[in-house]
């Protein structure tokens, strides 16, 4: 409301925030309707937000805008990103473009408000007389998300919990079904406990997982304890390399399944899935038949 506020003698511009934009009668841009829904939209490309990857940002603002203005459209964009909100933003200057809008596209980004202090903000707000929005009377000190953003700091995380409850328990069924659709427990090492409270918005939670996490993987996946060990911190044994240069740390439950599958349980040493796939002589399409037929066949293993 402020960058509003401030070029409003300029040209008016759309609101930041969904309820300030309604209670202004601004215009929406909405996510197309095909993609079904952010909940269904994130099931269907099986991916959840996180420090690691922006795909909120894609789903509501860059793809939305794309679609509804003309590629030969020349636009200009006021936003109210500043330098202080964050490393990344510490070094934007007076102009921004957004790399997802394409070289074919004259769009332009201001900043106006790009070296202001929190402090400038609010007086600001103070001398404008500036509505704000409710959100940041409940103790939050950034609202351009609704709830659970995994930018925040989590303290933020027991403010949606205590205002936006039902909001939350939906997100939070949803963390519980993608860990467990996707076997977490491999991945970051952490309980389902740990994902739903403070892993989810980031990469791998420790180095090697606890006893309760390889015993809670066990319970789920129906195998001994012994077995459940052998899917945990796995590297490729010919020394495939990742593009990082660093050894090929093997976590798809597939292709760990099928090595014990191949060369029997008792194995401690891994191979990626090109190394298992050449070995067998198998196409991308020849593993995923026979991931398929061990699945079907009841293998606990996959």
């Not at 949803?174 to 989810?200: G, H």
């Not at 180095?207 to 195998?223: L, N, S, W």
């Not at 292709?255 to 891994?270: E, P, S, W, Y």
Request: charged content about 30%; proline content about 3%; aromatic content about 16%.
């Amino acid at each position: 409301m402020v960058t509003l506020k401030y070029v409003s003698k300029c040209n008016p511009d759309v609101a930041d925030s969904n309820l300030m934009a309604k209670k202004e009668q601004y215009k929406f841009i909405y996510p197309n309707k095909k993609y079904g829904g952010f909940y269904t939209w994130n099931k269907r490309k099986n991916i959840i937000p996180s420090r690691l990857n922006r795909c909120c940002c894609k789903y509501f603002k860059e793809d939305p805008t794309i679609e509804n203005f003309p590629d030969d459209q020349k636009l200009l964009f006021l936003f109210g990103m500043r330098n202080d909100e964050s490393n990344n933003r510490s070094a934007y200057g007076d102009i921004w473009v957004n790399n997802k809008w394409g070289k074919q596209r004259d769009w332009l980004g201001i900043l106006p408000i790009r070296q202001w202090t929190d402090l400038d903000i609010w007086l600001y707000i103070l001398k404008e007389n500036i509505d704000i929005n409710a959100k940041y009377k409940k103790g939050y000190n950034r609202v351009g998300c609704g709830i659970v953003c995994p930018n925040y700091t989590k303290s933020t995380w027991v403010l949606d919990q205590y205002w936006y409850p039902k909001l939350y328990e939906r997100w939070q069924k949803r963390l519980e079904e993608d860990f467990k659709q996707n076997f977490k427990w491999i991945i970051m090492n952490c309980t389902l406990k740990e994902y739903l409270q403070v892993a989810w918005n980031g990469g791998v939670f420790r180095k090697e997982p606890t006893p309760e996490v390889i015993q809670e993987f066990a319970d789920h996946k129906g195998i001994t304890y012994e077995v459940a060990e052998k899917y945990f911190v796995r590297y490729c044994m010919n020394g495939c390399k990742n593009k990082r240069g660093n050894i090929l740390a093997v976590k798809d439950l597939d292709v760990l399944a099928m090595n014990m599958k191949m060369f029997g349980r008792n194995i401690n040493q891994f191979k990626c899935k090109k190394c298992l796939m050449k070995e067998f002589g198998w196409t991308k399409e020849d593993f995923q038949q026979q991931v398929q037929e061990f699945k079907n066949s009841g293998c606990r293993l996959f």
